[in-house]
């Protein structure tokens, strides 16, 4: 299966801001400037219209239809309409961000309660797993021995071939150097 790439830096794509003041902020590509810049314009989030590099930009997988260069009061509309906050929140990238601003804004309690939890979470586990363990060493399955009575193995597919022990290397030797007259 190819990859095909679909999310190009065009005329109405939305794109949050990566880098600067308005890190994290939704806005969209207005005009294409050179390979390296785009003039963006967010209006629901604050940004003004100003060019901004291409490199400090994460596309994402919306585009707005708007005609090119349009002005800011064309691309409120276009976003508005698009529902582009409500479309965003309801995507993983959006869900992601969020925990990650959750966990940079711990407390140190918030922290210390967090380790307790993982800890009971982590006890629980491996006493399940050494549960699981104990039956399979008992039932032989772990080394593909049953115990008689269990339920055996199935056969593989493609055995591997025993290498014959009759066949022996032939060891090379070197040959002397002729010697200097």
Same mark, same amino acid.
Request: net charge positive; hydrophobic share 35%.
């Given at each position: 299966m190819a990859f095909v790439f679909t999310?190009? &830096?065009e005329t109405g794509r939305v794109a949050k801001c990566a880098v600067g003041k308005y890190k994290g902020r939704l806005v969209a590509i207005v005009n294409i400037i050179d390979q390296n810049r785009v003039l963006i314009d967010g209006p629901l989030s604050g940004v003004p219209r100003q060019q901004y590099p291409v490199n400090h930009l994460?596309? $994402?997988k919306f585009r707005v239809k708007f005609p090119y260069t349009? /002005? $800011?009061k064309v691309v409120r509309k276009a976003l508005e309409a698009f529902n582009v906050k409500e479309k965003f929140a309801e995507t993983r990238w959006q869900e992601r961000a969020k925990a990650k601003s959750k966990r940079c804004n711990l407390s140190d309690f918030d922290r210390f309660k967090l380790r307790l939890a993982r800890a009971e979470r982590n006890r629980i586990v491996s006493a399940e797993? *050494? /549960?699981l363990k104990k039956t399979v060493v008992n039932n032989g399955m772990l080394f593909g /021995? =049953? &115990?008689k009575g269990t339920k055996p193995l199935p056969k593989r597919r493609n055995p591997i =071939? *025993? /290498?014959d022990a009759k066949k022996k290397r032939v060891r090379k030797t070197k040959k002397p150097a002729p010697a200097k007259k």
């Amino acid at each position: 299966m190819a990859f095909v790439f679909t999310r190009f &830096v065009e005329t109405g794509r939305v794109a949050k801001c990566a880098v600067g003041k308005y890190k994290g902020r939704l806005v969209a590509i207005v005009n294409i400037i050179d390979q390296n810049r785009v003039l963006i314009d967010g209006p629901l989030s604050g940004v003004p219209r100003q060019q901004y590099p291409v490199n400090h930009l994460h596309l $994402t997988k919306f585009r707005v239809k708007f005609p090119y260069t349009a /002005k $800011t009061k064309v691309v409120r509309k276009a976003l508005e309409a698009f529902n582009v906050k409500e479309k965003f929140a309801e995507t993983r990238w959006q869900e992601r961000a969020k925990a990650k601003s959750k966990r940079c804004n711990l407390s140190d309690f918030d922290r210390f309660k967090l380790r307790l939890a993982r800890a009971e979470r982590n006890r629980i586990v491996s006493a399940e797993y *050494k /549960k699981l363990k104990k039956t399979v060493v008992n039932n032989g399955m772990l080394f593909g /021995k =049953p &115990v008689k009575g269990t339920k055996p193995l199935p056969k593989r597919r493609n055995p591997i =071939p *025993k /290498k014959d022990a009759k066949k022996k290397r032939v060891r090379k030797t070197k040959k002397p150097a002729p010697a200097k007259k």
